[in-house]
């Protein structure tokens, strides 16, 4: 293996660990794989612990995140050869630390390597987040989505729900993974939510293509597409209502109480579950979460369920 390949592996392992899932087994693995490795991902690491006030206006170019990494602690870097031997410590990059990484082993490995992180909010929770190529996702409570900062242009919703206001690049279009769905923006207001095995999408604004290799659906505004498996329900939406929930509106249209539960657990801050016996009934209709936050008797009457308070959330279970 060339001295190249060495030190591109080891930055990417360096940006591997920064990670609070980082693999610590394969990544000892690899060290014990060959001789140089040790030392060659000691100089990456040691490399962090210079130049990083010379390069930290250099960094604002190079690490396009839209917020801070997690503050480096660079300063209680322990060497590879230590790690082997079961001393685990942990890296966090800021982004002049990786801008000094960029300077030892390259800026090309840097700007083309995946960088994935996740950004995650509590039930009850909605926060807003600016990308570099100017779009913004402003995520639901209850909500995870993973990007990528070497690719402002790709977002995966793991979870929740999520507002995506897209800035049209035709040359590089703006990609969501949802499950098994794949999206496409077209210049675009779009929501996408995620729960279970079911997946909902309504445009407000622009265009989105739904599954570009496969169905080729379009959505245009007022439509949205039900996904559930390999199976999509195309159906509409009023424009107004898509991303209602940033306002407390939660708008249905036939949709299981399962998953007006669990909207509702993301928008309450509690936890709110539908028993097996409702689970599947269906509501349509508009839910006003200021109104009912601490009414479970009128949101009972309104979704024609029985609504059971116990510590900590609300059970809907058929009446009585």
Avoid: C
Avoid at 96 to 120: D, F, Q, S
Avoid at 151 to 165: I, K, M, W, Y
Avoid at 260 to 280: C, Y
Wanted: glycine share 10%.
């Amino acid at each position: 293996m060339t001295d190249q390949r060495i030190d591109e592996e080891a930055l990417g392992w360096a940006l591997r660990m920064a990670e609070p899932d980082a693999d610590w087994d394969a990544f000892t693995q690899w060290l014990e794989g060959d001789a140089t490795r040790a030392e060659r991902y000691d100089r990456a690491a040691v490399a962090m612990l210079d130049l990083d006030g010379l390069l930290a206006v250099e960094a604002q170019t190079l690490t396009p995140a839209p917020e801070p990494v997690i503050a480096a602690t660079a300063r209680g870097l322990a060497p590879a050869a230590a790690q082997r031997h079961g001393r685990r410590w942990t890296l966090w990059l800021g982004a002049a630390v990786a801008a000094t990484v960029t300077a030892a082993v390259g800026l090309r490995v840097w700007t083309e390597m995946p960088r994935p992180y996740a950004i995650e909010t509590a039930n009850g929770e909605q926060r807003t987040v600016a990308l570099a190529d100017g779009s913004s996702i402003v995520l639901a409570g209850g909500t995870r989505v993973r990007l990528d900062r070497a690719d402002a242009r790709t977002a995966s919703l793991e979870r929740g729900e999520a507002l995506f206001r897209v800035r049209h690049d035709v040359r590089h279009p703006f990609t969501v993974a949802a499950g098994d769905l794949r999206l496409v923006d077209l210049g675009t207001l779009f929501d996408v939510k995620a729960t279970g095995t079911r997946t909902v999408v309504g445009v407000a604004e622009g265009a989105v293509m739904v599954d570009p290799d496969g169905a080729r659906l379009r959505l245009d505004p007022g439509q949205a597409v039900i996904a559930t498996g390999s199976s999509l329900q195309r159906t509409t939406v009023e424009p107004a209502a898509v991303g209602g929930w940033r306002d407390g509106r939660l708008a249905y249209d036939d949709a299981p109480l399962a998953e007006v539960a669990a909207d509702l657990s993301r928008q309450l801050g509690r936890r709110v579950v539908a028993s097996p016996a409702v689970a599947t009934r269906t509501f349509h209709g508009t839910l006003d979460v200021s109104t009912i936050r601490d009414r479970p008797a009128l949101l009972g009457q309104l979704l024609g369920v029985a609504v059971q308070q116990q510590a900590g959330g609300w059970i809907l279970d058929a009446a009585p």
